[in-house]
């Protein structure tokens, strides 16, 4: 599980940031990546990555904020072109799918494969036996939205090797052990199952936020993340700038991090007023508060490993 940058800034693309996207890649998990807003120029920045269009197969919009959207037509349309046939499931706020359908329509762009949207509403939007993803209303003047991704724990690996030095062949007895029952062989040996599986991993959680003022249930909703995404529009010196526009600060995103006992904070949605210096200022500042941060560039991969 990785998570790809693919734009870190904040309104308009810039030469050192493009507007937001983000990939959630799940190609070990289930040969796919998931996509969080697409901005203008998206599709481009994919063209440097390793990330095929065809994999992609949902998308979650947080806001219709125009450098979150704008990319997305292209995208499908794109996408259609390079061999995806696959359905595209896409998530987003109301009026999300009549702006995709009309680009579509207008531009006379006919896809080779299926899009179904789903309107977002606070709660769970998906569940399978891999993910669950639960989404929050934030507050940015328009509807906007978290996503909470949370993986399903996987059970402990049976250890077949030590079962085949004890000469216990591969067949049903395999399925009792692996579910920690006892049995007695035919020879009248007794093996108890639960010393033959391996330890068991606590699913990952990822929290992604769109745009948004501080809000005081932020930090529950994140709790426990073993990654935090959250916007970073303004520095620690500018809270009444950051209320007056909708956005948060540094040092807000640090504290919600910190209040929910994350493992790590992803700081994005940069302006393009802060170049190298002050960008890294921006990152020691939040560092003060939350000492796990990182500032997001274009392009980084941040690894999202299993907890010890």
């Known amino acids: ?24 890649k799940l190609l070990d998990e289930r040969n796919a990546i998931w996509l969080f807003d697409c901005g203008e120029g998206t599709q481009m920045q994919i063209l ?26 292209g995208l499908l349309s794109s996408r259609s072109f390079q061999g995806g046939e696959e359905p595209v499931e896409i998530y987003g706020p109301a009026g ?6 009309t680009s579509l329509q207008v531009t006379k762009t006919h896809l080779a494969y ?45 250890q077949v090797d030590k079962l085949t030095e ?21 020879d009248g040996r007794v093996i108890d199952g639960k010393d033959f599986v ?4 606590k699913g990952r959680i990822i929290t992604i936020f769109g745009d948004t003022r ?21 520095n620690k010196n500018e809270a009444k700038l950051a209320r007056a526009y909708f956005h948060s600060t540094t040092q807000q995103a640090a504290t919600i991090a910190k209040e929910a006992k994350a493992q790590k904070l992803m700081l994005t949605h940069i302006s393009a007023r802060y170049l190298a210096k002050e960008a890294k200022e921006l990152e020691e500042e939040a560092k003060e508060i939350f000492p796990n941060t990182q500032l997001a560039k274009d392009f980084d991969i941040v690894d999202v490993p299993f907890s010890s």
């Open 1 to 24: 599980m990785e998570l790809e940058f693919l734009g870190t800034g904040a309104g308009v693309p810039a030469k050192h940031r493009n507007v937001s996207g983000l990939a959630l």
């Open 48 to 73: 440097r990555t390793n990330i095929k269009p065809r994999k992609i197969e949902k998308i979650f919009i947080s806001h219709l904020h125009g450098d979150h959207i704008f990319g997305l037509p």
């Open 96 to 101: 999300l799918e009549n702006y995709v359908r």
């Open 114 to 158: 299926s899009l179904k949207f789903i309107e977002l509403n606070e709660g769970v939007i998906f569940k399978d036996k891999q993910f669950t993803v639960e989404c929050m209303l934030l507050d940015h003047g328009i509807e906007s939205y978290a996503f909470r991704v949370v993986e399903a724990n996987h059970e402990g690996m049976l």
């Open 166 to 186: 004890l000469g216990i062949p591969a067949g049903p007895l395999y399925g009792k052990l692996k579910q920690g029952q006892t049995v007695t062989l035919p």
């Open 198 to 201: 391996g330890e068991s991993k």
């Open 214 to 234: 501080l809000t005081k249930k932020s930090s529950q909703f994140a709790k426990d993340s073993d990654v935090i995404v959250h916007e970073s529009t303004f």
